[in-house]
């Protein structure tokens, strides 16, 4: 059986302590820290010195420019870039110009929005893949219904149009509760 070497266990500073670097602000060594809000790096001199930064990079890295492509804003070339929400189209002039674009283009249904009368329900798509179908004229007109929007009104209610759920023709408006088997 062979020893175990305990001089290895009591050093006074572990290996790792150091990963992180010194403080900008006062010098101390910056260490893994946690709040309500989850693990962040945080100064060891705290509560003197109060700097602390995030644990994980959120920053929005560019993975391929967009040749050809000109920004509706300002101009510049587009590129396709990685963010803390995933991939996107946004303008290389960040942080002068803020426009961004989803990577999937959004298909415009030709249903009228029965809510504003204005807009047309377009297919979208949440960051978690789940399809929903709202407004194009959003933020003004929120909007939304989760199944494809049918072009017929309600005859319960009147409600201008009716989505298709699983086959079905269901009134989207909560206190109606509208179905009928779908003909097709």
């Known amino acids: 059986m062979s020893k175990i070497d305990h001089s290895l266990f009591s050093a006074h500073e572990h290996a790792l302590e150091q990963q992180y670097g010194q403080c900008p602000d006062c010098g101390k060594d910056l260490h893994v820290r946690n709040s309500k809000n989850g693990p962040f790096i945080?100064?060891?001199g705290y509560p003197e010195?109060?700097?602390a930064k995030p644990l994980h990079d959120t920053q929005t890295t560019v993975l391929k420019v967009i040749e050809d492509s000109h920004c509706p804003e300002c101009g510049s070339t587009m590129a396709i870039k990685k963010g803390r929400y995933g991939m996107f189209i946004g303008c290389t002039n960040f942080p002068e110009c803020h426009?961004?674009?989803g990577t999937k283009a959004q298909q415009d249904t030709l249903v009228d929005c029965p809510k504003c009368k204005e807009g047309h329900l377009i297919d979208r798509t949440?960051?978690?893949?789940k399809r929903f179908f709202a407004c194009n004229r959003y933020p003004q007109c929120r909007y939304v219904v989760n199944f494809a929007p049918v072009p017929e009104p309600c005859p319960a209610c009147g409600w201008a149009i009716m989505v298709d759920?699983?086959?079905q023709?269901?009134?989207p408006q909560p206190l109606c509760g509208f179905k009928q088997q779908r003909e097709d």
């Open 42 to 44: 945080g100064c060891s």
């Open 165 to 167: 759920k699983k086959g």
């Open 169 to 171: 023709l269901v009134c």
């Open 49 to 51: 010195c109060h700097y």
């Open 126 to 129: 949440n960051k978690y893949g």
């Open 99 to 101: 426009h961004i674009e």
